[in-house]
């Protein structure tokens, strides 16, 4: 006989190899069983029962139809050959007791396999145990009892106890430098539960110690972003501490760690014969390879495609060189300088610049740093102290010794990067002012930074110098499309490609939308998706996936405007009119023509409208559909809640 608490509570009978499901009833009688199994060989009230299996006010006979449940109880087990198996269901005054040998409940079995584990002194056994215990849940925990606070509060204990022995068993791999099983124990869990601060610190260093460190970074970031939205509160000391971990330990291989590394320690460190001080920016550049060598960066965007002119513009203007030269460190040529990557939402702009930092990885070996200062995420941009603070941290700063003042804090990560060789990439920029306090020190570092805004004040004073993204091209476009979807199912219907990319605007993020439709449609024809984006009403909802689309990048651009200039956008989308100068944006929106002008010089500015010529403004297909309010929710222009003009605010691709 077999009790079974850790998922669907159920009681099977007969011979091991064909056992059978004894039948149990209804919710309230499986409650019942349930109770008495949580407190096996000892007296549960019939009171207690009673506030278990009735939330809200108890009915007059509770106590009537509780006795008929263990009644019915009592005949089902004995058809079970409950006796034969020492299970009795006994009554005590007003309390009921079941009598039953431990090991008949898999809870029971569960506590055992988990208190014999010793993951730190003997890990593999440990292995072999905790999968033995965690092989004994088949779902959630007392599923098919009664929704009341008692079993919530059981279920919840029950799980807490399984997530224990989650991270055991990852505990259990890691002192077998088994660091991938570790992750592989370790990620479910953490999907499942994202506000775990204790399991996402564990998957987070099982992560860095198998090599993944840019994966390990990108888990930070994700529940710290959780914790502030859900919670409104920082990260505990568990995962603070992880995070800071592996910014401080020297950089993970391409393959697992062991040993001290695997620890977040460096070889040779305090105390240790061969210890060598951290550099210093007084040493020469050649001295930094002691220091720690932060690698920050996203991983490279899935399917990347074109851009050719861009990244040797960038590669030119960062590095001096389109090609390595002799001499430099990596072989590249000593050069900085601060590249600015301006476009419209979804255009690339991140994508470009992650996928060009890893293919000049050589050309930086004291790190790669990079910050999302979510100056177009529809929430509160990144204050530059944060970001100060995991530079610091990255480049080596214990913690206790960050000063607390900015100007401070941004002098001291100057200095550290003034002789080294740094790409620092500063993602989604809402300021020139957000900007400046992170540009770091010294000629040999360079700076990618990305904006929906053209930031003209950090090219006027900091001599940034821009690269303007557009969108792409109908064979770049193709190109993409056949990068994520495959050469082949593109080329079954290239016509129908080359309509996709024109009703996607030729913007990346909309074409990896269009693509995750047909990816979750297999059998659809490239001209399906075509012919159901040529509705323009549900073109912006057809070019979301989730949380991201054209709608909610729109929608987060226009978060930014003032009242004014969002109304102009609104007018003009209303038009029928593809481009207009000054005076016809004046007529449709009813406004003087000497504020029109600086509203669209604005709408510009922020990549809303394209200047094409003098006083020749252009508007996008998609933009237009977003101005007229047809976001993915249909609601009209105004709306705080829709993808319409005037709402209020709210890892990398290639169309971010």
């Not at 099977?12 to 060989?41: C, D, F, H, I, Y």
């Not at 549960?44 to 006979?61: C, G, M, R």
């Not at 002799?326 to 255009?347: E, R």
Request: hydrophobic share 45%; proline share 7%; aromatic share 4%.
């Amino acid at each position: 006989m077999d009790f079974s608490l850790l998922g669907p509570v159920t009681v099977t009978a007969g011979p091991q190899a064909a056992p059978v499901e004894l039948p149990l009833g209804p919710a309230k009688r499986r409650s019942v069983l349930a109770m008495l199994l949580l407190r096996p060989n000892a007296t549960v009230s019939v009171e207690q029962l009673i506030s278990s299996l009735w939330e809200d006010e108890p009915p007059a006979h509770a106590r009537t139809v509780i006795q008929g449940h263990v009644s019915r109880l009592r005949a089902a087990l004995a058809e079970g050959g409950a006796e034969d198996h020492g299970v009795e269901l006994a009554t005590h005054s007003s309390a009921y007791l079941l009598r039953i040998p431990e090991s008949l409940i898999d809870t029971q079995r569960f506590d055992q396999l988990t208190a014999q584990a010793r993951p730190e002194s003997a890990p593999a056994e440990a292995v072999q145990l905790l999968r033995q215990a965690l092989g004994l849940w088949r779902g959630p925990a007392l599923t098919g009892t009664v929704a009341s606070p008692p079993f919530a509060a059981a279920a919840h204990a029950l799980e807490e106890r399984r997530l224990s022995a989650v991270e055991a068993l990852a505990r259990a791999h890691e002192g077998l430098g088994e660091y991938e099983e570790a992750v592989r124990a370790l990620h479910p869990a953490a999907v499942a539960n994202p506000l775990r601060e204790g399991l996402i610190a564990a998957l987070m260093l099982a992560l860095y110690r198998s090599g993944r460190q840019s994966d390990a970074i990108a888990w930070f970031h994700r529940t710290r972003q959780l914790l502030d939205d859900d919670l409104g509160v920082d990260p505990g000391q568990r995962l603070s501490a992880a995070y800071q971990e592996i910014l401080r330990a020297a950089p993970a291989a391409d393959g697992p760690r062991g040993g001290a590394e695997a620890a977040g320690q460096q070889p040779g460190g305090a105390g240790q014969p061969g210890a060598q001080p951290a550099a210093t920016p007084q040493q020469p550049l050649s001295a930094a390879a002691s220091a720690p060598v932060p690698e920050l960066l996203p991983r490279p965007p899935a399917g990347f495609h074109g851009r050719g002119a861009e990244l040797a513009e960038l590669t030119r203007l960062t590095l001096g060189s389109a090609e390595p030269a002799a001499g430099g460190s990596g072989g590249y040529p000593q050069a900085g300088g601060i590249a600015l990557l301006t476009g419209p939402a979804g255009v690339g702009k991140t994508g470009l610049a992650v996928h060009w930092g890893h293919v000049h990885a050589a050309a930086f070996p004291d790190g790669r740093l990079f910050a999302d200062l979510r100056g177009f995420s529809g929430g509160e941009a990144v204050l530059p102290a944060e970001v100060l603070r995991e530079f610091l941290l990255a480049l080596g700063t214990p913690a206790e010794q960050i000063p607390t003042s900015s100007e401070a804090a941004a002098a001291l990560y100057r200095s550290l990067a003034a002789r080294r060789r740094l790409l620092v990439v500063l993602d989604n920029a809402g300021s020139s002012a957000q900007v400046r306090p992170l540009l770091p020190g010294g000629p040999h570092s360079a700076t990618l930074v990305t904006s929906r805004s053209r930031l003209d004040g950090l090219i006027a004073t900091d001599a940034a110098r821009p690269v303007r993204l557009h969108a792409l091209g109908t064979e770049d476009g193709v190109g993409l499309l056949g990068a994520l979807l495959g050469p082949a199912r593109v080329a079954e219907d290239p016509e129908a490609a080359r309509e996709l990319v024109a009703l996607c605007d030729g913007l990346p993020l909309a074409l990896r939308a269009a693509s995750a439709q047909l990816m979750a449609r297999p059998r659809w024809r490239l001209a399906r998706l075509a012919t159901a984006l040529r509705d323009e009403r549900r073109r912006l909802a057809l070019l979301s996936a989730e949380d991201t689309g054209v709608a909610a990048a729109l929608r987060n651009s226009v978060a930014r405007l003032s009242a004014d200039d969002a109304q102009l956008l609104r007018a003009l989308g209303a038009g029928f009119a593809r481009e207009v100068n000054t005076a016809e944006a004046a007529a449709l929106s009813g406004a003087d023509p000497e504020l029109i002008q600086d509203s669209l010089e604005r709408l510009a500015e922020m990549h809303l409208l394209d200047e094409e010529a003098t006083n020749r403004y252009v508007m996008s297909d998609l933009v237009k559909l977003f101005a007229q309010g047809d976001g993915s929710d249909r609601d009209s222009p105004g709306e705080a809640s829709g993808g319409a003009v005037g709402g209020s605010p709210g890892g990398p691709s290639q169309g971010a």
